[in-house]
């Protein structure tokens, strides 16, 4: 249930509507408008309150039930986008904010010169795994802590934010078979400012639930990738999971689809549409990750575009000084130049979309 108040509500109105919601045994989940509380959202089972407990209390504007299974992640609990702040940069405004790197942690050295090159290029924040979540266990798994710490040194070499992935609460295993002292989760949230939970984990609830519980003080934003072959309704329940626990900073990040498609095409299948469904669905902001979605160096650039043009509030792509050298994803990793010249024409195909 959702309580709209009118512009020129009191507090002490605020007040009566929060106790009554409380006097239920319910949750008052409130939101700030531009001149003080603008909606209060009311948590738990509403089904036995009549919309006249509140519709009828003078200074409410309306009382409306939220009809779909995830609600505080909707477009009608919230109409309004909810802007993230990474770094400086806030997603879900007009500019589209980018996010960069490689796909694994390097060396320091080589980790630094592609940090130094997202920036030159103009990115908003530097992304690399130090936990990598990979299909074979044979594959780089990433350098685990010491990645963080690379990371860590990029901050502050570049002042970009930093984002990585935690892909799990278990300790990592090192090369030489002994385990980190703490858990991948608890020093992910150490490091990093935002927190990318990748596609493999979407449907871990329990993790889902550790990480809110990590960030529920910080509002740490948390990256999350839409499974491979999740529902958009089951993407943005697992959103729901974690707004409904405390932290409300979630990123719904595409990344392409399962489909029939051969791989010697295409990675994955871009869900464009997907794009404008979760704008009209969700208040939550959307990046499209056009480098998993494609596999492919020379499809990078015009899915990115096509993903502005749809409505994308950023992008998260791979990039590499060497993409033949990368320890993992090389084929999909554009060039420092190329990634200058996305986000270029990125800024340019969002502005005429605005302006149309
Ligand atoms: C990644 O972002 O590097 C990654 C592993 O992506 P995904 O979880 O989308 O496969
Ligand atoms: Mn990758």
Partial sequence: MIIRLKKDASQKLAKLVIAKIRSFGLTADVSMGKTGIEIIGVLGDTKAIPLSTFSELEGVEDVIRVSREFKLVSREYHPRTRVIRIGDKKLGEKAPVVIAGPCSVEDEQTTLKIAAAVKKAGADAFRGGAYKPRTSPYSYQGPGKKG?????????????????????????????????????????????????????????????????????????????????????????????????????????????????????????????????????????????????????????????????????????????????????????????????????????????????
Wanted: proline share 4%; with cysteine.
């Fill in 148 to 356: 963080l710490e690379i990371l860590d040194l990029c901050r502050k070499r570049t002042g970009l934010p930093i984002v990585t992935e935690a892909t799990g609460t278990h300790r990592h295993q090192c090369p030489d078979n002994s385990f980190e002292k703490r858990t991948v989760l608890e020093n992910v949230a150490d490091y990093a400012d935002v927190v990318q939970i990748g596609t493999r984990n979407m449907k871990s609830y329990g993790l889902l639930l550790e990480v809110v519980n990590r960030t529920r003080k910080s509002k740490t934003p948390i990256l999350l990738k839409r499974g491979e072959a999740a529902t958009i309704k089951e993407f943005l329940l697992a959103a729901e999971y974690m707004v409904a626990n405390g932290n409300p900073n979630v990123i719904l990040c595409l990344r392409g689809i399962r489909t029939f498609e051969s791989t010697k095409y295409q990675r994955y299948t871009s869900d464009i549409a997907a794009i404008q469904v979760l704008k009209q669905e969700s208040n939550l902001p959307v990046l499209f990750d056009p480098s998993h979605s494609t596999g492919k160096r020379g499809l990078v650039e015009a899915v990115a575009l096509a993903a502005v043009a749809a409505g994308a509030d950023g992008l998260l792509i791979e990039c590499h000084t060497t993409p033949a050298n990368a320890l993992s994803d090389g084929q999909e990793c554009v060039t420092p130049k190329e990634l200058a010249q996305i986000i270029r024409k990125a800024a340019k195909v969002k502005k005429i979309v605005n302006e149309l």
